[in-house]
């Protein structure tokens, strides 16, 4: 039987794309193990790197809930690959419920840092970085969930919504060259990451670039400069200081 496949896809692109997808998989785990493996999965054997929040039990439950989003962002194109889709149904609809309970604990734990973290910076300017991290990586996954049926559009969200997770680890890469141009080097070099990888990807394999990372790619990459403008204003400050203050200790 000849195999079918999509107007500017070849065969071998057809076959060869699932596997692309758990390949940035493993690579967005493995750069977030190098970030977080002395403060967080290997710090009963490393001390806590000078500047980073020593282990509290918010932060491993935070800690935890986003290294099982990593294992689904493995796991899930893996069971495409295997041919499970069924299953792979399935399972999304627990990493629903983890992406969700990321949004809250997040934010929990973004805010209580304004008290304890963020050295080297303003805590309050700087709580805006994490807390649209978590509204772009929401926006994301949650379209991803509403067009799940449109597998083109889901994986690529999903995909997408990668880049605002790597700030964090890409932001704990002990490099010179940046945390000199930080914040944007982690910000805008995550997500061009990420974005140039499909972008290329989908160019190669379809002969065009898919509209998410033509139109969501942009919407992410313009709302850098956003949170980091919006963190200077009096209203983000007002805001900021309030919850803050949600924090006895």
């Given at each position: 039987m000849a195999t079918i496949v999509q107007p500017g896809v070849?065969?071998?692109?057809?076959?060869?794309?699932p596997k692309f997808y758990l390949g940035i998989g493993i690579a967005v785990a493995a750069a977030m193990f190098y970030g977080f493996y002395q403060s967080f999965y290997l710090n009963h054997w490393f001390a806590t790197p000078p500047g980073m929040r020593k282990l509290t039990p918010l932060y491993l439950v935070h800690g935890t809930i986003f290294s099982l989003w990593l294992a689904f962002a493995v796991l899930q194109p893996a069971l495409i690959v295997a041919k499970k889709r069924k299953l792979h149904k399935r399972v999304g609809w627990v990493a629903l419920g983890v992406a969700c309970a990321m949004i809250v604990i997040g934010n929990v734990a973004a805010?209580?840092?304004?008290?304890?973290?963020?050295?080297?910076?303003?805590?309050?300017?700087?709580?805006?970085?994490?807390f649209f991290d978590l509204v772009v990586f929401g926006s994301c996954v949650g379209l991803g969930v509403l067009w799940r049926e449109r597998s083109e559009t889901h994986k690529r969200l999903m995909l997408l919504s990668y880049t605002q997770l790597l700030h964090a680890g890409v932001g704990r890469w002990p490099f010179a060259i940046l945390q000199a141009g930080a914040p944007w080097t982690f910000l805008i070099g995550a997500d061009l990451a990420i974005i140039a990888a499909g972008a290329g990807y989908d160019a190669i394999t379809r002969g065009k670039v898919h509209r998410v990372w033509i139109v969501g790619g942009a919407l992410v990459?313009?709302?850098e400069p956003f949170r980091l403008w919006i963190g200077t204003t009096a209203p983000w400050q007002a805001y900021a200081t309030w919850v803050a203050s949600l924090w006895p200790w």
């Amino acid at each position: 039987m000849a195999t079918i496949v999509q107007p500017g896809v070849t065969a071998k692109g057809a076959k060869a794309r699932p596997k692309f997808y758990l390949g940035i998989g493993i690579a967005v785990a493995a750069a977030m193990f190098y970030g977080f493996y002395q403060s967080f999965y290997l710090n009963h054997w490393f001390a806590t790197p000078p500047g980073m929040r020593k282990l509290t039990p918010l932060y491993l439950v935070h800690g935890t809930i986003f290294s099982l989003w990593l294992a689904f962002a493995v796991l899930q194109p893996a069971l495409i690959v295997a041919k499970k889709r069924k299953l792979h149904k399935r399972v999304g609809w627990v990493a629903l419920g983890v992406a969700c309970a990321m949004i809250v604990i997040g934010n929990v734990a973004a805010s209580e840092a304004m008290n304890h973290g963020f050295a080297g910076t303003n805590p309050k300017e700087f709580y805006a970085v994490p807390f649209f991290d978590l509204v772009v990586f929401g926006s994301c996954v949650g379209l991803g969930v509403l067009w799940r049926e449109r597998s083109e559009t889901h994986k690529r969200l999903m995909l997408l919504s990668y880049t605002q997770l790597l700030h964090a680890g890409v932001g704990r890469w002990p490099f010179a060259i940046l945390q000199a141009g930080a914040p944007w080097t982690f910000l805008i070099g995550a997500d061009l990451a990420i974005i140039a990888a499909g972008a290329g990807y989908d160019a190669i394999t379809r002969g065009k670039v898919h509209r998410v990372w033509i139109v969501g790619g942009a919407l992410v990459l313009l709302s850098e400069p956003f949170r980091l403008w919006i963190g200077t204003t009096a209203p983000w400050q007002a805001y900021a200081t309030w919850v803050a203050s949600l924090w006895p200790w």
